[in-house]
Each structure stands twice: as C-alpha cells, then as structure tokens.
T-cell receptor, first 116, second 115 residues
Framework: AQKVTQAQTEISVVEKEDVTLDCVYE???????LFWYKQPPSGELVFLIR??????QNEISGRYSWNFQKSTSSFNFTITASQVVDSAVYFCALSEANQAGTALIFGKGTTLSVSS | EAQVTQNPRYLITVTGKKLTVTCSQNMNHEYMSWYRQDPGLGLRQIYYSMNVEVTDKGDVPEGYKVSRKEKRNFPLILESPSPNQTSLYFC??????????????FGPGTRLTVL
C-alpha cells in the first residue's frame, strides 16, 4: 500500500542554518509523482514542487533544493540559509498513476520553526 | 484570478445541526476533492469527483456527503455533525481526473468546530 513517512515531527533552527526535511515513500507503482507543499501559519497550502518517478534529477530553486533517490525511496527537501519566513508545516505527498481518484497521499508533516 | 474558493472559512456549530461547506473553482477543472487535516495525521481524502455527477469515496468518507451538479461546485455536506468532525477542511481541484501528474490547487481551508 502507498504510504508517505515524514519522520521528523518538529525541527527548530536558527536563521541562516541549513535544514533538510526528510520524506520516505512506499508505492508499488512504477509511475508515480511526489510533491512538497508548504503550510504557513495562515493555513493555506502552497505548492512547492512536483517530481515524477522517471526524473531523478535533483532540483534547485533559489534557497530550496530537492534530492530524489529512487534507490532509497526518498524525496528530501533542503532549505539553505533558512529564514524566519520559512517557518511553516511542510508536507510531502505521493500520487500514483494507477490510483483511482488521483488522491494525494500526504505525510503527517514536519513543523519547521526558524528563530532569529 | 484562477482560484479555489471555500465558504465559510470558519464555522462553529453544534452536534447534529446540518451544515454545508461550499467549494467553487473557476479553472474549468474536471477533478475536485475534499480533504480533512488533523494534527499528527496530515491530510486525508474524504470524497472526490472525476466530473459532473461522478463522485466516489476517499479514505475517510463516514459522516459526509458530496454532490457535483455543476462542474465548478463541489459542496461538502455534514448531515449530522459530531465533535470528531472538528477539523480543517480543504477543497482541491485539478485539470484532468486521470492524470496524477496534475498539480492539485487547494482552497484556503475551512476551520470547523463542532461542539
């Protein structure tokens, strides 16, 4: 069965520190998609990135980077030089190509607190 | 502006009093879905709809109903709310129902408290 595990419930860092949020997934499908969402204190869900199972290229977007490794079923998210505005709950999610309803299977989230 | 809207954003009600949370999208998306978010559990899908008049259960459908009479609207109905339905609810939509690649656009959320 499909599953997403975010083992880190809460992480606290000081501004300018680098931080990595871990995401491990389980799926039997060969075609699937991985996502990261950010939920700031205001509550909305902000889409950050999508990666399909055939594209293991790492991606960098400003201070954000993602490391996708199929061999370890992981899709980790790193924030470089963290800022207070990065404080939020971050969700990793999985969607399988053959799954009816195209539901997103979410991890339980990692709460990141960045202090100044 | 392309968006998913939900109303109300906040609601406090009492056990057993029927309520409806509306969801509307202006992107002509075929697929719509409802999720609930609870502390420590992440988001879980309640119901989804592949298109008008086509709805199906997600992972946690008990105590909820939905309808999809128009493409843009997907209301969530709680016929007899109970305290365990206190949660943060999100509506989402995406362009194609059978493409998991599509990004799901989320509404702003509805915080429901059932006393």
């Amino acid at each position: 069965a499909q599953k997403v595990t975010q083992a880190q419930t809460e992480i606290s860092v000081v501004e300018k520190e680098d931080v990595t949020l871990d995401c491990v997934y389980e799926t039997r499908d060969t075609t699937y998609y991985l996502f990261w969402y950010k939920q700031p204190p205001s509550g909305e869900l902000v889409f950050l990135i999508r990666r399909n199972s055939f594209d293991e290229q790492n991606e960098i977007s400003g201070r954000y980077s993602w490391n996708f490794q199929k061999s370890t079923s992981s899709f980790n998210f790193t924030i470089t030089a963290s800022q207070v505005v990065d404080s939020a709950v971050y969700f990793c999610a999985l969607s399988e190509a053959n799954q009816a309803g195209t539901a997103l299977i979410f991890g339980k989230g990692t709460t990141l607190s960045v202090s100044s | 502006e392309a968006q998913v809207t939900q109303n109300p954003r906040y609601l406090i009600t009492v056990t057993g009093k029927k309520l409806t949370v509306t969801c509307s999208q202006n992107m002509n998306h075929e697929y719509m879905s409802w999720y609930r978010q609870d502390p420590g559990l992440g988001l879980r899908q309640i119901y989804y709809s592949m298109n008008v008049e086509v709805t199906d259960k997600g992972d946690v459908p008990e105590g909820y109903k939905v309808s999809r009479k128009e493409k843009r609207n997907f209301p969530l109905i709680l016929e007899s709310p109970s305290p365990n339905q206190t949660s943060l609810y999100f509506c989402a939509s995406s362009l194609y129902p059978r493409s998991s690649y599509n990004e799901q656009f989320f509404g702003p959320g509805t915080r429901l408290t059932v006393l």
